[in-house]
């Protein structure tokens, strides 16, 4: 998402957080933020960031390191004199990207995102528009919703730079644009990224099923699935050709695993199968193209040639090379993401147990998400 956001020419401010630790290294943090802004393609207005120092836990922000730590002040002036006001223009007609999805048991599909130009009202007739301008479903706006603080309050009309849920919508999804009936093209908006990876979820039906979980049938881990893709757009779920079994793919490892611990907690029993990759074909080249990932590993240096030598066997490409202090290394690798799903110990001769492992290994994709979230499509050969 940061790589997205700099494309679109917003201009961030970087707060380093927890500054009061004694083992603190902000001049460090500013240099890696400094290359990854530099590496996602920011322009030299962005990459000239300001730098707030803060700690969460005290309440305190300040620009410098040896400022009076008072209060929270100086990061909302700072917002002030460096984010610049939305253009918006009321008289047009109304027209919002829906950004957030949820289900509400008592108003079905809420959507939320900011109306960027026009005004409606409660009871409005709207349409839904794709990216390519196909319009998907027309309806009205039953319910308003406006945010005061963390509470949503009931509104009769919202206008332009309002952020609002709506509710009276069965089919429009993130990132649809809703409008009013006279509004032609949708709203430019960020596409959402395709799934990377799949696993397979069905019922336990081992000689241990049934002993810790409540809602063990095939019925209830589908209806369970297919509700999760009402609130959670990168997830899709499909009827697997084994019996008693479903396809869920999503972003990456984290997300996956958050969905499966969700559904533990509420007392469901499932078996998951080993993660695989997924692969698409490009559109203009006609090429096979997976997903890949930027690992990035600190190792002792006498055993950083280990490392390259096992990473070039995964097809990992090194793309940079440096010490990162107390004798270590820091590598940066592109990898393919199937690589990426076998064993990470990596045997050495001269280990005493046989194996020696990297003291930190961090896959860091473009978006941040996690370690294990691939980000980007490459061909590998």
Known sequence: MVGKALAR???PIVVVNKIDR???????VHNEIFDLFAALGANDEQLDFPMLYASGRQGWADESLDGPRKDLSPMFELILRHVPAPILDKDKPFAMTATILESDNFLGRVLTGRVEQ????????????????????????????????????????????????????????????????????????????????????????????????????????RDRLFKETESNIAIRVTDSPESEAFEVAGRGELQLGVLIETMRREGFELTIGRPRVLFRNNEETGEREEPYEEVTIDVDEPYSGVVVEKMSMRKGQMQDMRPSGGDKVRLLFIIPSRADRLPW????????????????????????HHRRSPQRFAHFG
């Open 9 to 11: 020419g917003i201009k």
């Open 22 to 28: 004694g083992d603190a290294r902000p001049d460090e």
């Open 118 to 221: 026009g005004r409606a009202r409660v009871n409005m007739p709207v349409k839904v528009l794709r990216a390519d301008g196909s319009v998907v479903e027309t309806g009205r706006l039953t319910k308003l919703l406006s945010f005061r603080g963390l509470d949503r309050v009931a509104v009769d009309e919202v206008a332009a730079g309002d952020i609002v849920a709506v509710a009276g919508l069965s089919q429009a999804t993130i990132p649809d644009t809703i409008a009013a009936p006279e509004q032609d093209a949708p709203l430019v908006a960020i596409p959402v990224d395709p799934p990377t990876l799949s696993m397979t979820f069905r019922l336990n039906d081992g000689p241990l099923g049934g002993r810790e979980g409540k809602k063990v049938t095939s019925r209830q881990i």
């Open 345 to 368: 110990r990596i045997p050495d001769r001269h280990a005493r147990h046989g194996y020696h492992e990297p003291a930190v290994l961090r896959l860091r994709p473009l978006c941040r």
